[in-house]
């Protein structure tokens, strides 16, 4: 990944070039696992990540990116898209494990998982839970704007997303304010939990999960979730009703969570999640 940096007149930000391969920016970041991103009418994205906020647009093979904070502004953006990881190597993995992913992953062509902050994600998909996408943002909007650090980038004002010590004295009628319905409890419980359970990054994915469903509220799906999204596990995957349904029609079996959860892992091992997604995104995701 080569960086060019350079300093436009008319603005005060520094912006960062960065040359990429195999890419898809909107792709990306409009797949559904992103809650606080805005498409502008330029074509850029304006993203509220854990400790600023980016505008980034990509031309062709280019990435152009600026941000209210420039610290270290090259290696958040690489580990936020996952662009050190070889997809291409994967990719032919998954495809020499089950041609059927041959077609599928030429649609999601580009498409990576982002590497989110994790607090922020066990928060956002415990707010998930029988939630549609609308509603979710909102709540998590509502979240950051009473409880975040408020930053200035391009004349308006974002608020970051909450930190733990930000929100842990809330309790669920806090919570409640914030339209996340019966969602409160939940949050409440976790914060109470979160410095209890066990370091995450130190777990197997299997002990990891089970240290998350000790939260109230956290199933199976939602700790799928959150391991994927937020702790790099792309062995993990959710399992919902548009996941059994499509894995029986394109493979012939039963659809029932023991059977697919099986079934997947053995097929794409280490890679499972990534498949489950490409699987996802191409049915849902692309025109």
Same mark, same amino acid.
């Given at each position: 990944?080569?960086?060019?940096?350079?300093?436009?007149?008319?603005?005060?930000?520094?912006?960062?070039?960065?040359?990429?391969? =195999?890419?898809?920016?909107?792709?990306?970041?409009?797949?559904?696992?992103?809650?606080?991103?805005?498409?502008?009418? =330029?074509?850029?994205?304006?993203?509220?990540?854990?400790?600023?906020?980016?505008?980034?647009?990509?031309?062709?093979?280019?990435?152009?990116? !600026?941000?209210?904070?420039?610290?270290?502004?090259?290696?958040?953006?690489?580990?936020?898209?996952?662009?050190?990881?070889?997809?291409?190597?994967?990719?032919?993995?998954?495809?020499?494990?089950?041609?059927?992913?041959?077609?599928?992953? !030429?649609?999601?062509?580009?498409?990576?998982?982002?590497?989110?902050?994790?607090?922020?994600?066990?928060?956002?998909?415990?707010?998930?839970?029988?939630?549609?996408?609308?509603?979710?943002? !909102?709540?998590?909007?509502?979240?950051?704007?009473?409880?975040?650090?408020?930053?200035?980038?391009?004349?308006?004002?974002?608020?970051?997303?909450?930190?733990?010590?930000?929100?842990?004295?809330?309790?669920?009628?806090?919570?409640?304010?914030?339209?996340?319905?019966?969602?409160?409890?939940?949050?409440? =419980?976790?914060?109470?939990?979160?410095?209890?359970?066990?370091?995450?990054?130190?777990?197997?994915?299997? =002990?990891?999960?089970?240290?998350?469903?000790?939260?109230?509220?956290?199933?199976?799906?939602?700790?799928?979730?959150?391991?994927?999204?937020?702790?790099?596990?792309?062995?993990?995957?959710?399992?919902d009703t548009w996941v059994?349904?499509?894995?029986?029609?394109?493979?012939?079996?039963?659809?029932?969570?023991?059977?697919?959860?099986?079934?997947?892992?053995?097929?794409?091992?280490?890679?499972?999640?990534?498949?489950?997604?490409?699987?996802?995104?191409s049915k849902r995701n692309?025109?």
């Open positions: 990944i080569n960086i060019r940096l350079w300093l436009l007149q008319e603005t005060r930000y520094l912006k960062m070039k960065i040359e990429v391969k =195999d890419f898809d920016l909107k792709s990306t970041l409009l797949s559904g696992a992103c809650f606080r991103v805005i498409e502008e009418v =330029d074509g850029s994205f304006t993203n509220i990540l854990k400790d600023r906020v980016i505008n980034i647009k990509q031309v062709t093979n280019t990435l152009i990116v !600026n941000s209210n904070n420039t610290d270290n502004l090259k290696e958040v953006i690489i580990e936020y898209f996952d662009l050190d990881r070889d997809y291409n190597k994967i990719n032919e993995q998954l495809i020499n494990n089950d041609i059927k992913m041959k077609d599928i992953i !030429n649609k999601c062509k580009g498409y990576r998982i982002l590497n989110q902050d994790s607090f922020e994600m066990c928060i956002s998909y415990i707010i998930s839970q029988n939630n549609n996408v609308k509603r979710i943002t !909102n709540s998590i909007n509502l979240l950051s704007e009473n409880y975040g650090k408020k930053v200035i980038f391009n004349n308006k004002e974002y608020c970051l997303f909450p930190t733990y010590e930000e929100l842990k004295d809330l309790k669920s009628e806090d919570f409640r304010s914030l339209g996340v319905g019966f969602r409160d409890k939940y949050l409440e =419980d976790f914060l109470t939990k979160y410095k209890e359970l066990r370091d995450i990054n130190k777990l197997s994915t299997s =002990d990891a999960t089970k240290e998350l469903m000790t939260v109230k509220g956290i199933g199976l799906k939602v700790a799928s979730c959150i391991l994927l999204f937020g702790y790099k596990r792309l062995d993990t995957f959710p399992i059994k349904q499509n894995i029986k029609e394109l493979y012939g079996i039963k659809d029932d969570q023991k059977t697919i959860e099986k079934f997947t892992r053995e097929k794409y091992k280490e890679y499972s999640g990534l498949a489950i997604q490409y699987l996802f995104h692309i025109k």
